[in-house]
């Protein structure tokens, strides 16, 4: 369902006197197979410690472009106005308006565009903006307790109760990580896998994702169901002109 998430996408917010950009790498690979899929190139502004918009470019083990994704937290830290290009199976998703009391969503697929307006309810979260709402209950999930949020899903034109807890403590590159998962709040949880999360806790850092993706096979026109870890260390097979890392 969600395609968004991992969109999950992602990375740590590094308190900064002024403005920067912040460039970093998630690699994707196939959750049955574990075949390498692709790589995300991160682009975040981030402004005195808060990310303020970004861009990710989705790159094909060739190098060659698979779609791009940009996003603009003006509006809310949680719900980004964003979109969503795949041009290689003629997509795409986004959020075009966020106001106090509605999100507008949309979808375009092969040229057919649908839209959908719900409202913007307590904890609500879209894309992206999900990460910025684990980072501010981190203190809370780490004391055990479990965060309720909607997620507003572009793909499906709706918004969904999610539930969100601490499961497990776990090294992800020789470091201490802690794990959370993030699962539907009701009985369509028996039919829709849930989302693991890894984070480095004390920047509170993304360092590894599990899940529906945002990228689509173009074999099926469904989105992929990846691991995407967030990680210096480039797999085999990965592009080696990708742009260079200029900090988290």
Known sequence: MTRTLIGFFLASLTLMAHAETARFYGYAFDLETDKYLYTEVHEQVIDEGVWKSGTIHYVAPDGSPMGKKTMDFSKSGSIPI????????????????????????????????????VKRSQNLAADSGFHNLIRDNFAALMDGETIKMRLAVAG?????????????????????????????????????????????????????????????????????????????????????????????
Do not use: W
Request: aromatic fraction near 10%; proline fraction near 7%.
């Open 82 to 117: 964003y979109r969503l290009d795949l041009p290689y199976v003629n997509y795409a998703e986004g959020i075009s308006k966020v106001t106090d009391a509605e999100v507008a969503l949309y979808k375009i697929n092969e040229g057919q565009r649908s839209e959908k307006t």
């Open 156 to 248: 499906n034109l709706d918004s969904y109760r999610f539930r969100l807890r601490k499961t497990g403590e776990t090294i992800f590159d020789g470091k201490p990580a802690v794990q959370f998962k993030i699962e539907l709040d009701s009985l369509l949880r028996l039919l829709v896998d849930d989302l693991q999360l890894t984070y480095e806790p004390e920047a509170r850092r993304l360092v590894a994702y599990r899940g529906i993706s945002n990228v689509h096979n173009p074999a099926t026109g469904k989105p992929y169901n990846a691991r995407i870890v967030y990680t210096d260390q480039a797999p085999e097979g990965a592009p080696d002109d990708l742009p260079p890392l200029t900090g988290r």
